[in-house]
Every structure is written in C-alpha cells, then in structure tokens.
C-alpha cells in the first residue's frame, strides 16, 4: 500500500491533580475550545470535549503522524499553561490519563455519554467512573498512585 490510512478514536480522561475543583463554568467552554485548538494543531481532531470541575472528558480522532502519549502530553501541558495564565496558578493536571479506543459504530453513544457528564456525575464519582472503565476495558495494568495522586 502507497498510503497511510488510520482511523483511530480515543476517549480521554484525566483529572486535575488532587482532584481539586479548579475548572469553573466561567472557565469551561474557553478552555474546551482552546483544547479543541491544540488538538487540531496535532492533526488529531475533537469530536467532542466536556468537563467537570475535577477532570476531562475528551473524544477526538488520533493523528496517523502524531503517538497518542505526545499528544496527549502537549494537550496536557499547553492547557495547563493556559489555565494558570486565566488566573489559576496553582492548576496542574494529574499525572496519569485514561484513554481508550472507540469503534465508529459507538462513536456517537460516546460523544452522548461525553456531553451529559454534569447529569452524570449528580450520581457516579469520578473514581467510581473511572474504574468502571478499567473493567470495562480489562485494563490489568492499572496502578492506582497515578490516578488518585
């Protein structure tokens, strides 16, 4: 094959560091956007983004040029800059990320689950999500310390 074809999508999850309350309904919509900016500056474009005050939710096709831990490093490190140039000097994302893949066939049942995440944490926390996703996904190497340091 002359050409490269690649349609990967990911589901990412990280949270603040601590879990502290730092991404506000005032800050919100700006920051997706700007994550949104960085996303497609990677070739990695994003489907949908939405977050809570402690943590992100972000579903975007993976770049075929670009390595998911680089992409997701450079979302990371520039949103948090920007973060602590809105005000907030003491924001820093946590260490650790989940991210899964997604068929195109549930693409949209995601995007769905992704948009109602403020109804959806009325009920379920974030460590209690996350590690439904672990099973879910039969993640065996997961190491607690990274996710809820």
Known sequence: MGQSLSQ???????GTK??????????????????????KNMESPSIKINSVPDHIHILFRL??????????????KSSSKWMKDKGILEFTWQIGYGAFSVSSSVLQNVAKYIE??????????????????????????????????
Not at 22 to 36: F, N, Q, R
Not at 118 to 130: I, Q, R, W
């Open 18 to 39: 601590g879990r502290e309350p730092h991404i506000t309904s005032e800050l919100e919509k700006e920051m997706h956007g700007y994550i949104a900016g960085i996303l």
């Open 63 to 76: 770049s075929k040029n670009y390595a998911l831990a680089k992409v997701v490093e450079e979302v990371k």
């Open 116 to 149: 109602r995440q403020k109804e959806h944490h009325n009920t379920v926390d974030y460590k209690n999500e996350l590690e439904s996703f672990m099973s879910k996904y039969d993640v065996i190497e997961y190491d607690t310390t990274y996710f809820w340091s």
């Open 8 to 14: 990967l999508y990911v589901h990412l999850i990280f």
